[in-house]
């Protein structure tokens, strides 16, 4: 790759887009660096657009889920940006570069199958698209538009020193998912064969593998979440590259500094079971892996209760603070040990345990 791009990174890169793009149009209440665009074309009602792709090689190998679930997940993405935005996912549009002599009919209609589940989950209409043959692998790139909360959309840039900094769910399962599947395992089968079961590996510790597979999978957009912390959450960002570069965008983009605690961070369970077999650092994985698709956001009210009777299954934890300061991360392991948080996905840069993919 070429060496100058490969400095500036992913994130450097969408900067110097970012730079140099011109607003042209009216109604742009935000264009690049939030979750979604806002768009309000007629004052009064606000329009939210996100794009995402998901690339064979790249995001997924074939033959390690089913084509369902890459149907289920090219969406899924998608909506976790909306909910990022305390929005209501509504039309999507899948364009589908299809490699000749890879993927056949049955397995398409499969993958449609599993789009279609996922919409209907979020009350979502496929409304076009575009499809063409595909010279490497298989792409999918949905774009999908929503109605941005009465509230007001919640961005990356309102958090304010004396917020908390909350997320929702539990980190690192998707990137300990990902390790199982390099490592043969797969959803619903047994022990892969080649590798040697340890002692302490119950039926227990088996089971939060399987849950990791799933995270990594079929992940889920915690959309109800979302629309609860409208008008509460000061700042939201989904964890789609791990909270260390996510965190650091909404530091960034609110011209704030946040402190997390270490002790603090939710950890998969099957994110230690796995860093375990595999001799990883859970917390690395929690921190850096990406792809959880949770709801990181600060807000100066205790969001326990709303976010309790909006998604009752879901938990929710306080991980760090939001202060004054120049835009910087850091992790608190303890009273006298801390570091300066950087890393997680970069699509450049590969920053990523195991080169593993992010959103
Ligand atoms: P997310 O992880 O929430 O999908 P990204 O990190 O992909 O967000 O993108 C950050 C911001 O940069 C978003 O506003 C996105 O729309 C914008 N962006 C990313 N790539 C491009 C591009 N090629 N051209 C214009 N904007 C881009
Ligand atoms: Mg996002």
Known sequence: MDPALAHLGEFGLIGLIRQRIQERTAGTIRGIGDDAAVLAPDPGTALLVTTDMLLEGIHFQSGWGLPRELGRKALAVNVSDIAAMGGRPLHALLGLAIPLGGIGLAELETLLLGFEEEAAAHGVTLVGGDTCASASGLVLSVTLLGRAPREGPVLRSGAKPGDSLWVTGTLG???AGLLALERGFRPGQGWPAGLARPDWLGQQEAAAIQAALAAHLTP?????????????????????????????????????????????????PGTSVLARLFGQ?????ALRGGEDYELLFATGLDPVRCLAEAAPALPVTCIGEVIAGPP????????????????????????????????
């Open 281 to 285: 650092e859970a917390l690395d994985l």
């Open 173 to 175: 399962g998707s990137a």
């Open 328 to 359: 910087v991360l850091t992790l608190v392991h303890s009273q006298d040990r801390e570091e300066i948080l950087t890393g997680g996905f970069d699509h450049f840069t590969g920053l990523h345990p195991h080169g593993a993919s992010g959103g």
């Open 220 to 268: 889920v957009p915690r959309v109800a979440a979302g629309q609860a912390l409208a008008g509460k959450a000061t700042a939201m960002i989904d964890v789609s590259d791990g909270i260390a570069s996510d965190a650091g965008h909404l530091c960034t983009e609110s011209g704030v500094a946040v402190r997390l605690q270490a002790s603090r961070i939710p950890v998969h």
